[in-house]
């Protein structure tokens, strides 16, 4: 008998927390732009609870909670690159404006019951911050003249971004997947945490050689062209006979004087 009254006992207290109050999902985008706006949400089920409060984290430092009990219902403490509108904030939203670089980060909601059970429950998701200019990436080493054959020594560099956008070239439309024929400089940073990435092309110079350097960040894709400008080896000829002449002209006029 006494078993079983332990038994009923332990149900009704502890068997309770498995219907009781539960967060059924947290909605954060994976990825916002910087300057951008986002609605984060709180779904939960009370199951019959009364709500004490639900606060908001990121990377575990809180910057939102929401009491119905007080007066103000909520309160927004400040944190780098989290500006919390609260006219568009509730118990179960939280909006944030003029998302940075510093907005990145593991977002939680955290919701507790009132006395005396003070159950809580919980849900995180992480959101990224990208910046992609509009700015087209930059060829340079296009300007010089090459022979044909000779190795290109062409460079394209992303405008500012972040994360570091992918660089790809092609070749009249082609592109290049040939790894001896690119230099991967690598990523360098810039103000603001942005970075640029560079990547070299070595292709040796054709006649009518278009090359064209693809900046991507996720969908975001930005171009730029450049026809690289080869001597022909009839104008080297050229050239060469012109500098013997010149040469036999002037030891001739020497020794005439
Ligand atoms: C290409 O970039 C590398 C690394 O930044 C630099 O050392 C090199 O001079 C650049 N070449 C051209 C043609 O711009």
Redesign the pocket.
Known sequence: MKSVILVSFLLLTYGKVSICLRVVGISVPSLKQRGESVTMTCDYDLEGGKLYSVKWYRDNEEFYRYMPRLRPQQHAHKLDGVKVDLEKSSARRVHLRDLTLKSRGLYRCEVSEEAPSFHSAQSEAFMEVYYFSRENPII??HEQTYALEEPL???C?SAKAFPAPELQWYINGKKVIERDLL?A?GT?PVSQGLLIS?L?IRAPAKPKMKITCVSSLGNHKRERSAVIETSSSGEHAAKYSFIILTSIVNIAMQKIS
């Open positions: 340079s080493g020594d062409v460079n560099s230099i400089y360098r560079t070299g």
